[in-house]
T-cell receptor, first 118, second 113 residues
């Protein structure tokens, strides 16, 4: 089945620094990837849709200058949290879409990245 | 704003019983519906997907869809302690950017031995 690898699984950074999270599709080409954020005891909130070779589309209320998304190849999307603050501490999860998986639209999730900003 | 609604729970069910999880959605244009299971600290894993009205069965799981009522449900038969998790209902949304899925707030299920 489709596999999505996300790295790192956890990261601690100092306030004001930037953190990059990688999402890779290992056995399929992902023309579209999605980035979600999940705060404790809350559901997954879609942050942005990343399309290979074009600009990401951000959901309402998500700062595109703070959460930089790059989808330069069909197997890699990156999310950079710039000038991180403690309120950015969250569980970030990517999802990649495998177009060959038919009706279930091939939404496969990475293992998530737990970001803690101190 | 397109929404997916779930009862947050917790829902407590005795081992061996049937657990029933419910979900409603606002976008009548949605065509595909998903149930994900999420253990604490882990990412969601797909349990079922359904896109036709009626029932779809896979082992101990049955998904039910009623597009007229905008209602999706998940039944878990012979509930096991390992089924204790948060169950997320997700719905596809098509807009100008892409087909994407949005999630409900999740229902915490607890199976008591």
């Amino acid at each position: 089945g489709a596999v999505v690898s996300q790295h790192p699984s956890w990261v601690i950074c100092k306030s004001g620094t930037s953190v990059k999270i990688e999402c890779r599709s290992l056995d399929f080409q992902a023309t579209t990837m999605f980035w979600y954020r999940q705060f404790p005891k809350q559901s997954l909130m879609l942050m942005a849709t990343s399309n290979e070779g074009s600009k990401a589309t951000y959901e309402q209320g998500v700062e595109k200058d703070k959460f930089l998304i790059n989808h330069a190849s069909l197997t890699l999307s990156t999310l950079t949290v710039t000038s991180a603050h403690p309120e950015d501490s969250s569980f970030y999860i990517c999802s990649a879409r495998d177009p060959s998986q038919g009706d279930n639209y091939g939404y496969t999730f990475g293992s998530g990245t737990r970001l803690t900003v101190v | 704003q397109k929404e997916v609604e779930q009862n947050s729970g917790p829902l407590s069910v005795p081992e061996g019983a049937i657990a029933s999880l419910n979900c409603t959605y606002s976008d009548r244009g949605s065509q595909s519906f998903f149930w994900y299971r999420q253990y604490s600290g882990k990412s969601p894993e797909l349990i079922m997907f359904i896109y036709s009205n009626g029932d779809k069965e896979d082992g101990r799981f049955t998904a039910q869809l009623n597009k007229a009522s905008q209602y999706v449900s998940l039944l878990i038969r012979d509930s096991q302690p390992s089924d204790s998790a948060t169950y997320l209902c997700a719905v596809n949304i098509d807009d100008s950017s892409a087909s994407k899925i949005i999630f409900g707030s999740g229902t915490r299920l607890s199976i008591r031995p």
